[in-house]
């Protein structure tokens, strides 16, 4: 309720008397510390040097020995779970996150919407005078809603955060990334060839958004949520930065675990019998068909290193010093932060938090993929295309990610990784730093704990209460609980007992140091969850989840999966989902405007998102271009969706139309007129595809070909690929190509606009009507706008 008018209201303002109060602005308390959160993306719990990995990261090293480390701190093996589960305190299927948001069902556990009576964090301290910066990956906002036209009620901006520098989605494409500034989309400051990297712009405005409110108000406390990209696939990086780790990893992924382990248990981070489970500890690999109708490996499978070709162990290693420069170049980015900080003398009055979301990714399977997007489209990759990129691996024209043994490397003692309820997919760093405040240096904490334990630390130690209210809703429960008593005191005993897991079929429960986990494979499509084995660990003492105690203690098995459902069921968990990843993504999901046979899009604006665009998949489709091209010479691109990595675009050069399409980065299939462009007014320039069989499920063929009006000039054979263009936010452009191109083919330089001629709109109709019909309907609608 708004503050009480104090002042006196007279006839006349000279007897009146002021009263402020109502009208202030929220104020923090003098003296109220600034919090900083970094998250990092995808980084197992051994891949830092300070958790005993082989990657160098002194400034998160600098952290650690500025504070507190914990080595039983978990996440929920994914990253929008985790990280709504981390900035409001929530279980993750209470936020309706059960898993990403662009896999959302629409189930009350899995809408990709958190409700507002789960008030985040930057709400919290906004209202309470703290200024608030969101910089990078959000991805806590649907599908749908990722738009200029959607509401902003998801966004950064509208939970809670002043200002925001990013992307909205998974991922992103770190040399062209799908930029996002406050509440719309911009382009990147400069190009790869002119130095730029997302992390370092990430860093810079970080710096610039701190600077700028400082400038004004020196005491005014902040909270920066920084969040870069590093280190989710595509594992993009500097060369310099790849080059440090040349030759690192050619003993392979199974001497680095071991190499790991000894490290940590040095560290005192694992204990000293701690020993490795199998490289593949949930069986054999199950053979799974592709589009191609040939067989591959399941995803979830680790080659041993000695069964590889040198071929295979030259690129996974290769792969291993990627991933690598990748980390290492975003500590570096996290030092220059610190640095600012500390110049600035904000950094003692600053509680840092470092956590990753999840454990390190699977994703790229047990050959690793230079392009990820086939593991979206479920196309297998091939060992000689991989090998052809090998020099060009981290660059603009790769997209890229390791094979699953350094998942397990980087996950090191644990087994399996991202996605799973082992402790590969839950266990992470967690770092807590504020020796103003909070003393320590280098200390480990071995008590359990949980990311949704996060929000009523921050509160606690910083002194703020949580509210009764956001934004006029009551607020909901906290399922976390304060970590202060572990921080302060190394024998305290953990002030959580319980915490049930769940994600994508996988399931797990730990309860006062005993943890039940079921063996059913994640995105398997299997179903049959009440024929799941359970396994039971202590984890006190083996924290790899090493020896299963089920057949000693079934009565403790019963215990805990009982458990699990009555936990399972108060934060509201079902219906468990462990569909394929093709078939969660290719759900049908709410759009803006209904789909419809035909769409019309303006010259010039901003680029759509795939998920609110015309569909082309699977399906006849003809793209028109209404032109006036009044003398020759007109060149660029008319129409482009997607990347190089998976899209088709419609362009003009060398006075011609042609016509791409981007097969998921394997091939580039090419149609180019065989005239020369028509001059005039209102004309149409088009492609057209007639679909006439399928090469493989979702896989369509046919015939492309290009009209000047009703005039064919062209024509190919071309098949289109079963899924998603890109999960990096790469769209629909008209009149120009933004973020990374399609194809080099393209005239002039990024993002290759169409000039020496008037592109008036683009029409994309897949009703599978004849071409001439459409062409003169077309022609006709046109005319009448």
């Known amino acids: 309720m708004p503050a009480q008018f104090r002042g006196r209201i007279d006839l006349d303002i000279r007897d009146s008397a002021p009263d402020w109060t109502p009208f202030e602005p929220p104020k923090a308390p003098d003296g109220a510390p600034n919090v900083v959160m970094i998250v990092l993306d995808d980084v197992g719990f051994s891949a830092l040097s300070c958790y005993g990995g082989p990657i160098e990261t002194p400034n998160i090293d600098r952290l650690a020995a500025s504070g507190v480390r914990f080595t039983q701190w978990h996440t929920t093996a994914l990253c929008s779970p985790t990280r709504a589960a981390l900035l409001t305190g929530r279980n993750h299927t209470r936020n309706s996150m059960a898993c990403i948001t662009e896999a959302a069902t629409g ?20 209202e309470q005078g703290w200024n608030t910066y969101a910089l990078g990956k959000w991805h806590l906002c649907p599908s749908d809603e990722m738009n200029l036209a959607s509401t902003r009620r998801n966004w950064p901006t509208g939970r809670g955060f002043e200002r925001f520098y990013g992307f909205l989605g998974a991922e992103t494409n770190q040399w062209y990334p799908d930029l996002v500034y406050d509440n719309h989309p911009v382009d990147q400051p400069a190009t790869p060839a002119e130095g730029y990297h997302l992390t370092t712009d990430l860093t810079d405005k970080a710096i610039e958004f701190i600077g700028d409110a400082k400038a004004l108000a020196p005491g005014k406390p902040f909270f920066l949520y920084f969040a870069p ?105 996290i030092g220059r932060l610190l640095d600012y900080l500390e110049e600035s003398r904000n950094l003692d009055d600053t509680l840092v938090v470092l956590v990753s979301d999840n454990g390190a990714s699977g994703e790229g399977g047990p050959d690793g993929s230079v392009n990820e997007n086939k593991f979206f489209n479920g196309i297998p990759d091939s060992l000689e295309e991989n090998l052809a990129a090998i020099d060009e691996l981290g660059g603009t024209s790769t997209y890229n990610h390791y094979p699953t043994g350094w998942a397990m490397a980087f996950n090191t003692p644990f087994k399996m990784w991202k ?85 994508l079929g996988s399931r797990s429960i730990w309860h006062d140091g005993w943890k039940a986990v079921s063996t059913h494979p994640v995105i398997s499509g299997w179903s049959h969850f009440n024929d799941d084995t359970w396994e039971l660990y202590n984890t006190e003492v083996d924290r790899s989840e090493s020896h299963d105690l089920a057949a000693e203690h079934p009565d403790r098995v019963r215990e805990l999966v009982n458990l699990w459902f009555a936990e399972a069921g108060a934060n509201q968990a079902f219906p468990l989902d462990d569909r394929s ?25 901003a680029e759509i998102p795939e998920s609110q665009s015309v569909n082309v998949r699977n399906r006849s489709f003809v793209i028109a271009a209404h032109v006036d091209l009044p003398e020759p010479g007109a060149e660029g691109v008319l129409f482009a969706h997607g990347a190089r990595f998976g899209g088709h675009a419609l ?22 007129a065989t005239e020369e462009l028509p001059t005039g007014s209102d004309l149409i320039l088009s492609a057209s595809f007639e679909k006439d069989g399928e ?45 990374e191109p399609v194809t080099d083919d393209y005239p002039g330089d990024r993002p290759h606009r169409f000039t020496g001629g008037t592109l008036h709109r683009i029409v994309v109709d897949v009703s599978g009507e004849p071409y001439v019909d459409l062409e003169r309907e077309a022609a006709a609608m046109l005319a009448r706008e």
């Open 107 to 126: 189930f009350p556990n899995a809408s990709g919407t958190i409700p507002p009576e789960n008030g985040m964090l930057s709400q919290i301290l906004g």
């Open 229 to 333: 990209g590093a280190c989710h696939a595509p594992h993009h990086a500097p060369k310099e930065w790849i080059e440090k780790f040349r030759g690192r990893f050619d003993g392979g992924y199974e001497k680095m675990r071991e190499e790991t382990l000894q490290r940590q248990i040095a560290l005192g981070l694992v204990p000293e019998d701690t020993v490795l489970p199998p490289i593949n500890p949930i069986g054999t690999p199950q053979t799974r068909t592709g589009p191609d109708g040939k067989p591959f490996p399941a995803l979830d499978y680790t080659k041993p290193w000695d069964t590889l070709g040198d071929d295979e162990k030259r690129l996974y290693a290769r792969m291993a010093e990627v991933y690598a420069g990748f980390l290492a170049h975003a500590d570096h980015e």
């Open 419 to 503: 996605r799973y309820d082992y402790n590969g997919g839950t266990a992470d760093p967690c770092i807590l730093s504020w020796p103003k405040v909070l003393g320590h240096g280098g200390e480990l904490r071995h008590q359990y704990h949980h990311v949704v334990d996060i929000v009523p630390t921050v509160l606690d130690l910083i002194g703020v209460e949580m509210p009764d209210q956001i934004g006029g809703h009551v607020q909901s429960r906290m399922d976390g609980v304060s970590m202060r008593s572990a921080v302060a005191e190394a024998d305290a005993p953990s002030a959580r007992h319980a915490q049930f897991y769940a994600m």
């Open 581 to 605: 990843a093709l078939e969660i993504l290719q759900t049908p999901r709410p759009q803006l405007a209904s789909p419809r046979s035909r769409y019309i899009y303006r010259a010039g604006g």
């Open 651 to 672: 362009y003009v050069k060398d006075g011609r139309l042609h016509y791409v399409y981007n097969f998921v980065g394997s091939l580039e299939q090419k149609v180019d």
């Open 695 to 739: 090469v493989a499920p979702g896989v369509a063929t046919g015939i492309l070909s290009l009209y000047h009006g009703e005039h064919k000039v062209g024509e190919g054979r071309i098949k289109t690929q079963p899924g998603m263009f890109s999960l990096a936010g790469e769209g629909l452009c008209v009149g120009y190509d933004g973020g």
